[in-house]
């Protein structure tokens, strides 16, 4: 078929179309009764997701948060009770007497105190080296402001001298001496000890420890 016969068709065609008027209007009035299309509904976001996220988090600070206090609660209190009151300044030193002799022996022992002492406790450790027996003891406080004990314990002649209750040491240099035979010789005082324990009136304590060689 040529191109010309063709488009004689065509028009042919074309003219003898008629519309369907009623369907088409029967059509529109469809539409209109059904109102407009239903809107396109997207898809819910996920938000289960972020909510999951954001209660994890919450989870985790609150879990942190109770982790601080159990260790806080777990830390040892610190110790109780008021602020300890220093105790008087002394100074101690243990010395063999110059005139001990190749039987006998004094040991000296220095005390000085800055400010008066309420309490008082001299400890004077002589070890038995052999031959220790005591011949006396003498202090340059009056006699009657202390209780003085001689005694063997542990290896050791002990001349112990504790301040009676109310009596007081003003501030100062004293002397305590204890007294003793030896065997005969040079006698080594390395083993010797002292222990002094100063007490002031507002309950500070001071100890001193030293020795004799």
Do not use: C
């Not at 369907?23 to 059904?34: D, P």
């Not at 919450?58 to 609660?73: H, I, K, P």
């Not at 005591?134 to 004990?149: I, M, Y």
Request: glycine share 12%; proline share 7%; no cysteine.
């Amino acid at each position: 078929m040529d191109e010309t016969r063709l488009r004689g068709e065509l028009r042919e065609a074309a003219a003898a179309h008629r519309p369907d008027h009623a369907r088409m209007l029967a059509r529109v009035e469809r539409g209109m009764t059904a109102g407009p299309p239903p809107a396109r509904v997207r898809p819910p976001r996920r938000r289960w997701t972020v909510a999951v996220a954001v209660a994890a988090t919450v989870a985790g600070v609150l879990g942190l948060g109770g982790l601080a206090v159990t260790t806080l609660r777990d830390r040892p209190a610190p110790p109780s009770g008021g602020v300890a009151v220093p105790g008087p300044a002394a100074r101690a030193a243990g010395t063999i007497d110059a005139g001990s002799n190749r039987w006998w022996a004094q040991s000296d022992l220095a005390v000085t105190t800055d400010a008066e002492v309420a309490g008082l406790t001299v400890e004077l450790r002589v070890a038995l080296t052999g031959g220790i027996v005591s011949t006396g003891h003498w202090q340059t406080r009056p006699a009657d402001d202390f209780t003085v004990a001689v005694a063997e314990e542990a290896g050791a002649l002990v001349y112990r001298w504790t301040l009676k209750e109310g009596r007081a040491v003003p501030p100062g240099p004293h002397t305590f001496a204890a007294q003793y035979n030896h065997a005969e010789g040079t006698r080594d005082a390395s083993a010797d000890a002292y222990t002094v324990v100063l007490t002031a009136r507002d309950g500070g304590r001071t100890t001193l420890r030293g020795g004799f060689g």
